[in-house]
C-alpha cells in the first residue's frame, strides 16, 4: 500500500492534526467495548521484569532506576527502529545521524559508538568489542514480536558484567505460545517502504514454534548545508524461528536463530583531519550475520532453580574507508537462584566469553585518490572473559526493608582481574510507595581499537603547504575506566490512575580515556608501512598520538517519569530529565568524552486517546535541548517535533495505520557522527501507511 497523503503535510500539518482530532470528536460518546489498553496502571507496577536482579520481579519492587516499554507501547508510537523506541525513556539520549545510524547513551555522553552502555536481545549481548558500541543497524526484530524493552539506566555491572556503566537495555521477544496463528504487516510511506510475515504452530503438548522473515528499504537523508541525499539509504531482509519446549514439568527449553543481509549506505571522508584536504564519497556497508541461542530454565525445587544459556554469534561488516570486519563470539552463561534460606534470596553465576576476529583495512569501492587506509595490529585476535557473580536480597523486615548486597569478578586478557560491587536498599513503607537507594561501581574494559597496538588513521597526499605525505598514527596503552555511582529514587502510586517514578544520581568516572598529540616528526620509510602507499626510501611526516587514561569526569542528573490515566479511553505518559556533566583532562590530555555531546534537558508527552475500542488516536511530542558540542566544534541546536498515528480496526484481525513522523519540520538535524567531518545530515518528515494483518 503506497501512501498517497504525504502531501497534506506541509506548512498546514498542525491544522491538519486539529481536523484530523476534530473529526474524531463524534466518536469520543461512544464507549469502549473491550479494555483499550494492554495493562492497566497497576499492573505496570506490577510488570514483572528479569533485568536489575536476573530474576523475576516487579517494577515497584526493583531497587534501580527503571523503565519498561511494554508492547502496547510499542505498536503505539508507530517506530519501525528500536532506537526510535528508546526515545519514551526518561535519562535515555537518542539523536539519528542519518538513515541508518544513530548514537544513543544513558546518563550523558553521547556519540555513535557510545561505550558505556551494555545492550542485550533476549539476554544476548549486542555490544560489539570493536568500537565498545552498538551497530544499531543490525539490531532488528519483527516489532509486533517485542513483548517489553526493560532499560535500567545507572550500572549493571554486578549482575551483567563490564561495559554496563551507564546502563542496560534488554530487548524481550515474545514467547512462541503467545506468537501462534499468522501476522502478516506490510508498511509504505515516503521513505520506507518495508514488510513482515510470521506464523507460529505447535508440537501438540511438547511446545510451541514461531517461523519469521521480514525486509525493508529506506531512502536517505538529506545534507543540511545543500538538501541532497546523504547517500545513506538502507536496506535488509532477516529470518529467523524460536521454539519453546517443556519436556518436562520442572524444565523448559528455548531455542533461537536470526540471519539477516543488508547494505548501509554512508558519506565517508578520504581524508579525515585536515579540513583543506577533505573529499567526501558515497560508500556501502555490506552487512551479514546471524545468530543461534539455546536456554534450558530448570525448577530444582520450590526454592531453587538454574538457567543455563549458551549462544554463538557471527557478523560481518565490509566497512570502505574502515575495516573488513568478521567477528564469532561463543558465550556460555550458568545461573543458580536459591531461597533455601529464610530470608534470602540468592542468585549466583559463572560465565565464559571467546571471541575471535579479523580486522582487515577495506578498500572496496574507494576511489583511487583516496589516500585513507586505517589499520590495527595484529590484523586477527582472541579474546576471553571468564566471570562469577553473587548477589543475595537479604529481608531485613520481610515485605518492607530489603538489603541486596552483591559483587562480580571478572577476568579479561587487556586488565585482567575487574571486580565491581553494589549495594542497594529498598523501604516500601506502603502498597503504593517505594524508596530506594544504591551505591555501585562499573567499569568500561578497553576494546579492540583501544589495545590494538599500531593504527593508521590517515594520510594526506604531499602538497604546496605541506611537501612531505602526512601519516597521523595511535599508539599507547588504555586501561578499564571505571565509575562509582549513588543513585537515591521513589516509585509512587497517587491513586489507581496517577504514578510518578523519579530518580536522582551522582557518578564520580576515573580514568576516562583520552589522546595526547605528540608533535611530528620527519620519518624516512625503510619498509612498506602497512596499508598505506608509503614506499621504502620515501620519507613522510608522522604525526603521533599517544592514547591513555588521562581523564576523569563529574556527573549528576535527575529523571521523571509520569504515567495518568484520567479516563478509561485516555492515558498520558510523560518523561523529563536534566543532566550535567564536566571532565578534567590531565595536561594537554583531551578525552574522548565529550561533556556537551547529550542534551542537558529534554522532554517527552505521550497523549493516548481511544474515541472507541477500534481506534485508536496517539501524539508524541518531544523536546531535545542543544547539543553544544558533537565534535569539531559543532553544535546541533535544541528542536520540538511530533509524531502521530492514527489507528482503525475494521475487524478484530486488521488493523490500518496512518502515521506521521518529524511533523513540524520539513527536516532538523539532531546529531553528527565523530567519524565524520561533513555537514551535519537531516531527519526528514514522513508519512507512512501501515496495515497488519492477524490470521
Not at 83 to 104: C, F
Not at 644 to 666: C, F, Q, S, T, Y
Request: a neutral charge.
Amino acid at each position: 500500500m503506497e501512501c498517497s497523503a504525504r502531501f497534506i503535510f506541509g506548512r498546514r500539518q498542525t491544522a491538519v492534526l486539529c481536523l484530523l482530532v476534530v473529526g474524531l470528536l463524534p466518536l469520543a460518546g461512544q464507549a469502549a467495548d473491550d479494555p483499550l489498553f494492554d495493562l492497566d496502571l497497576t499492573e505496570v507496577l506490577n510488570l514483572e521484569i528479569t533485568s536489575v536482579s536476573k530474576k523475576p520481579q516487579t517494577v515497584s519492587q526493583a531497587a534501580a532506576a527503571v523503565f519498561v516499554i511494554t508492547a502496547d507501547d510499542i505498536r503505539r508510537s508507530g517506530a519501525t527502529t528500536i532506537p526510535d523506541l528508546l526515545r519514551m525513556v526518561p535519562g535515555v539520549q537518542v539523536g539519528q545521524i542519518s538513515s541508518n545510524t544513530w548514537a544513543v547513551s544513558s546518563r550523558g555522553v553521547d556519540g555513535r559508538f557510545t561505550n558505556k552502555l551494555l545492550v542485550l536481545m533476549d539476554g544476548r549481548s549486542v555490544y560489539s568489542p570493536t568500537f565498545s558500541g552498538v551497530y544499531w543497524d543490525v539490531q532488528d526484530a519483527v516489532i509486533e514480536d517485542i513483548e517489553r524493552i526493560e532499560v535500567i539506566r545507572g550500572p549493571g555491572a554486578t549482575l551483567w558484567g563490564a561495559n554496563a556503566v551507564n546502563g542496560v537495555i534488554n530487548i524481550i521477544t515474545r514467547s512462541a505460545a503467545s506468537t501462534q496463528g499468522g501476522l502478516l504487516v506490510g508498511r509504505a510511506g515516503d521513505d520506507e517502504r518495508g514488510g513482515a510475515v510470521r506464523y507460529g504452530g505447535s508440537f501438540g503438548e511438547l511446545g510451541h514454534w514461531r517461523a519469521y522473515a521480514k525486509g525493508f528499504s529506506r531512502d536517505p537523508a538529506v545534507v543540511e548545508a545543500t538538501g541532497k541525499s546523504a547517500g545513506d539509504s538502507w536496506r535488509q531482509a532477516r529470518a529467523g524461528f524460536r521454539a519453546d519446549l517443556t519436556p518436562t514439568t520442572r524444565d523448559a527449553v528455548t531455542l533461537q536463530g536470526d540471519y539477516y543481509r543488508g547494505r548501509s549506505g554512508e558519506l565517508s571522508n578520504l581524508n579525515f583531519v585536515i579540513p583543506p584536504y577533505n573529499a567526501i564519497a558515497e560508500t556501502d556497508q555490506k552487512l551479514a550475520g546471524g545468530n543461534l541461542t539455546l536456554r534450558w530454565q530448570r525448577e530444582v525445587s520450590a526454592s531453587d532453580s538454574f538457567t543455563l544459556q549458551a549462544y554463538v554469534d557471527y557478523t560481518r561488516r565490509d566497512w570502505p574507508l574502515h575495516f573488513d570486519e568478521r567477528r564469532t563470539t561463543y558465550d556460555l552463561d550458568f545461573q543458580y537462584r536459591s531461597r533455601h534460606f529464610s530470608g534470602h534470596d540468592l542468585v549466583a553465576g559463572l560465565a565464559y566469553r571467546y571471541s575471535r576476529d579479523a580486522l582487515h583495512p577495506s578498500y572496496r569501492g574507494v576511489p583511487a585518490a583516496s589516500l585513507v587506509y586505517p589499520d590495527v595490529q595484529p590484523a586477527s585476535a582472541e579474546r576471553r572473559l571468564l566471570s562469577a557473580f553473587l548477589q543475595d536480597d537479604i529481608a531485613l523486615v520481610p515485605e518492607k526493608l530489603i538489603l541486596t548486597l552483591g559483587g562480580k569478578f571478572e577476568k579479561n586478557d587487556y586488565t585482567g582481574v575487574e571486580f565491581q560491587p553494589n549495594a542497594r536498599l529498598l523501604w516500601t513503607p506502603s502498597e503504593g510507595t517505594s524508596l530506594w537507594t544504591s551505591v555501585a561501581k562499573a567499569v568500561r574494559t578497553p576494546s579492540r581499537i583501544d589495545r590494538g597496538g599500531y593504527v593508521n588513521v590517515q594520510l594526506l597526499p604531499p602538497s604546496m603547504t605541506l611537501p612531505l605525505p602526512v601519516l597521523v598514527q595511535g599508539a599507547g596503552i588504555v586501561d578499564s575506566e571505571s565509575l562509582i555511582a549513588y543513585e537515591v529514587g521513589v516509585k509512587q502510586r497517587f491513586s489507581k490512575t496517577l504514578s510518578a517514578d523519579l530518580s536522582i544520581y551522582y557518578n564520580e568516572y576515573d580514568k576516562l580515556r583520552s589522546g595526547r598529540l605528540i608533535g611530528l616528526l620527519c620519518m624516512p620509510a625503510r619498509a612498506p608501512v602497512p596499508g598505506c602507499l608509503l614506499q621504502p626510501g620515501q620519507s613522510y611526516l608522522l604525526q603521533s598520538s599517544l592514547v591513555a587514561n588521562e581523564a576523569r569526569a563529574r556527573s549528576h542528573g535527575v529523571e521523571l517519569a509520569l504515567d495518568w490515566r484520567p479516563l478509561s479511553t485516555l492515558r498520558f505518559q510523560a518523561a523529563l530529565s536534566q543532566q550535567s556533566m564536566s571532565v578534567q583532562e590531565k595536561g594537554s590530555a583531551f578525552s574522548t568524552d565529550r561533556e556537551e555531546s547529550a542534551p542537558e534537558v529534554q522532554a517527552s508527552l505521550r497523549a493516548m486517546w481511544n474515541p472507541r475500542s477500534s481506534v485508536d488516536v496517539d501524539f508524541w511530542l518531544r523536546r531535545v535541548g542543544r547539543l553544544a558540542d558533537v565534535g569539531a566544534g559543532v553544535a546541533i541546536p535544541a528542536y520540538t517535533e511530533l509524531d502521530a498515528r492514527l489507528a482503525w480496526r475494521p475487524r478484530k484481525d486488521v488493523e490500518l495505520a496512518l502515521i506521521g513522523r518529524n511533523l513540524l519540520h520539513r527536516s532538523h538535524p539532531e546529531f553528527r557522527s565523530e567519524l565524520q567531518d561533513i555537514p551535519s545530515l537531516e531527519v526528514v518528515r514522513s508519512v507512512a501507511g501501515q496495515v497488519t494483518w492477524k490470521f
